[in-house]
């Protein structure tokens, strides 16, 4: 049983010390760790090219053209059964590097196209998908904050989950953090963070664990939430009264009863389409390849190419 942990903050800050602290609980339950922390990396922004998916469904693998560390930081995340995660919080949110991990996640790393690609390379001769990508993992987050204002971290973690199909076991909010080290109970709160997460691993290394999310995970030990499919709290509000979990992507009604809010939704119709169901991720992949099927063939028309040279041509962008 391996857990990596990674910290998106300072060197030897909050965030370092807290996921270390998680780390020391999963090495007493017997877990391999390591430490990476990912502010040390050479990271770059995702261009959105679309050369990873192409490149997926062509049977080409799933590499991306961008040359830096961001392959090995993925192969260290595949190679482990558990990963904690702490990251600051900026402006309520996951730091430009948590997003920026997120947007090279992408295509590549989600479940659903990888199984598309492996299908598409045993049948056609293609470049087989390294099964690492396929493994079943737990994942813990850590938003480590100077304040109170936090209402889309916990949201902006579980995204990165999402994409491959990764378990949240906790998604913890540690408010008020410039001396958390100081807290005692913030502290308690990380080690036990570790233990959770050692003994869902541990069931991954064994081959006993059962992949699940919201009401079907058994081992999740994270807030409720108020989506009881992926327990996020935010959501986009229709005019019409139909409430979306930002997260999930399930649609149902929001209602206020003995004193809390009640995410209402039809199971049986938007579990199959959750953004991190397998079926979900098949119909949203269909979905892209028609949408890039018909797009191409739009964009070839002469019409198409004249559009973009009026605004190719109207000004070029200014440098520095």
Not at 100 to 107: A, E, S, V
Not at 200 to 225: L, M, Q, R, S
Request: hydrophobic share 40%.
């Amino acid at each position: 049983m391996k857990i990596l942990g990674l910290s998106a903050g300072t060197l030897n800050g909050a965030n370092d010390s807290l996921c270390k602290e998680a780390l020391m609980a999963a090495k007493e339950a017997g877990a391999e760790i390591e430490f990476i922390n990912i502010m040390k990396l050479d990271l770059k922004h995702c261009t959105g090219c679309k050369a990873c998916v192409m490149g997926l469904f062509s049977g080409k693998g799933n590499a991306c053209v961008l040359k830096d560390d961001m392959q090995w930081l993925i192969d260290k995340m595949l190679d482990a059964d558990g990963i904690i995660y702490a990251a600051p919080i900026f402006e309520k949110c996951g730091p430009g590097l948590h997003h920026t991990l997120m947007d090279r996640f992408g295509p590549r790393m989600d479940r659903g196209n990888l199984m598309i690609a492996q299908k598409i390379a045993e049948e056609n001769g293609g470049k087989p998908i390294d099964p690492r990508y396929l493994k079943e993992k737990v994942i813990s987050f850590m938003g480590i904050g100077g304040s109170d204002w936090a209402t889309r971290i916990q949201c902006d973690f579980a995204t990165l989950a999402l994409t491959p199909k990764w378990t949240v076991i906790d998604n913890q909010l540690f408010p008020w953090s410039l001396s958390i080290i100081m807290n005692d109970e913030a502290v308690a709160k990380a080690h036990q963070m570790g233990i959770d997460l050692a003994a869902a691993a541990k069931k991954i290394a064994d081959g006993t664990f059962v992949p699940g999310h919201g009401i079907i995970n058994e081992d999740y030990k994270g807030p409720a939430g108020v989506c009881p499919y992926c327990h996020s709290k935010n959501f986009y509000l229709e005019e019409n009264g139909t409430a979306i979990c930002c997260l999930c992507g399930t649609e149902g009604v929001m209602k206020f009863e003995d004193g809390k809010y009640v995410f209402e939704f039809d199971a049986e119709k938007w579990i199959p389409h959750a953004h991190d169901s397998i079926s979900g991720k098949f119909i949203h992949g269909d979905d892209i390849m028609r949408n890039e099927g018909e797009s191409r063939e739009l964009m070839a028309t002469d019409e198409a190419k004249a559009r973009k040279q009026k605004y190719r041509d109207f000004i070029a962008p200014s440098k520095p």
